[in-house]
């Protein structure tokens, strides 16, 4: 049985079975039944794609599958964190996905842990490796045998988990040449792979696919903020800046879309949107990657 904390921890082996295992499951649609098991949800932060798709995905292996809602948990009365864990484990539920604004706090939690494993759902602006492994899922089904890609985001490279875990997956697969597009005042503290720069035009020159990033307003303080009008006119995906891009361009983010801000309304929806096949190949992916977890395939 084992954690996913961060695409650290992970081999290119292991992230290729894990897309071939996905992409399986997606065409087959044979699931296996992993009814003598349960997956337990906490997410500190709001989701929508990442807690459904965990769930739908276990329930979709006959798993049992509870949400704790920390809101209304027993944390609300002063309780750790570590002691819910701990309690939870106590019940026997000793398979969490967790998400929480707090960077490596998972790394921690697994020590207190006794037998159970945590699957890392998002971590502040640390990491958020199942959305990275289904980014690529998603380019692989795309691109299934090139490995000469020409791939941008664009976004606030300094407070995104979704890039760090997706340059670390493109790196370890050896996909091509990516670009990191950013005003300078969001750009990472650490590159773990590809080519920085603040120029839209430059970055977004013949890509085969480029990914926006959704514009987390509730991590910027006073020293992140750069003006909406400025940003919107540089750095949004429209018809302005995407004739840089080939024509036949794919666009990804992982969502929730901030419409008309880091991205275009008329292309949230777009024939060369991969945006909704990002979601679904998301439940096949946790399922791979459940079931990776506790130790099968
Ligand atoms: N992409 C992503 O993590 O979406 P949610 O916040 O809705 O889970």
Redesign the pocket.
């Known amino acids: 049985v084992r954690n996913l904390l961060s695409i650290s921890d992970i081999s290119t082996e292991e992230i290729a079975h894990l897309i071939e295992r996905a992409q399986y499951l997606q065409t087959t649609h044979l699931y296996p039944n992993y009814s003598q098991h349960s997956l337990t949800t906490l997410f500190y932060e709001n ?5 459904v798709s965990f769930e739908w995905a276990a329930k979709k292996m006959h798993m049992s599958v509870i949400h704790i809602n920390p809101a209304s948990s027993s944390e609300s009365k002063g309780e750790s964190i570590e002691d819910t864990l701990l309690n939870l484990e106590a019940m026997g539920l000793n398979l969490f996905v967790m998400r929480h604004q707090q960077n490596g706090l998972m790394q921690h939690l697994v020590s207190v842990l006794n037998d159970s494993y945590i699957i890392n759902a ?1 971590d502040g602006t640390h990491q ?1 490796p199942s ?1 990275a492994l289904l980014d690529i899922m998603t380019i692989k089904n795309q691109y299934p045998s090139d490995n000469k890609l020409k791939v941008a985001i664009v976004g606030n490279l300094k407070h995104s988990r979704v890039a760090n875990s997706f340059q670390q997956v493109f790196s370890k697969l050896n996909l091509g040449e990516l670009r990191l597009i950013a005003p300078k005042i969001w750009w990472p503290e650490q590159v773990y792979f590809g080519d920085l720069t603040d120029d839209m035009k430059q970055g977004l020159q013949d890509v085969d696919i480029v990914m926006a990033l959704r514009i987390q307003k509730e991590r910027l303080d006073d020293n992140d903020t750069i003006s909406w009008d400025e940003y919107k006119s540089l750095y949004m995906l429209n018809e302005n800046t995407m004739k840089w891009a080939k024509p036949e361009v794919k666009i990804m983010h ?3 879309v901030n419409h008309d801000v880091e991205l275009a309304s008329s292309y949230v929806h777009h024939p060369q949107s991969l945006i909704l096949s990002q979601v679904n190949n998301g439940v096949f992916m946790r399922m791979a990657i459940l079931e990776w977890c506790l130790g099968y395939h």
Do not use: E
């Open positions: 989701s929508t794609r990442t807690r998002g958020h959305q992982p969502g929730p």
